[in-house]
């Protein structure tokens, strides 16, 4: 989300180029959230004693992510 508000103001990217998907997305944004915001209210408890293994985890899974995406992209865009 940080990257696509920083390229619309810096204007790297049009408004018209991501506004047909924007809109699908806004369309169904309470499907997307309610149920996440339900489970983050039930399980507040739980969630408070183990918070720093979550957020080591989902960080490493990002730079991960991150990683193997770049490392496939550049094997597929060499030809």
């Not at 149920?35 to 969630?47: A, F, K, N, R, T």
């Amino acid at each position: 989300m940080l990257l696509i508000f920083f390229s619309l103001y810096f204007k790297i990217i049009k408004l018209k180029d991501v506004k047909p998907a924007s809109d699908v997305l806004i369309k169904y944004m309470v499907v997307f959230f309610i149920p996440y915001g339900v489970g983050l209210m039930v399980y507040v408890d739980m969630i408070k004693e183990i918070w720093l293994p979550i957020t080591v985890a989902t960080i490493f899974s990002l730079l991960l992510c991150l990683y193997v995406t770049g490392f496939v992209m550049q094997k597929f865009s060499k030809k």
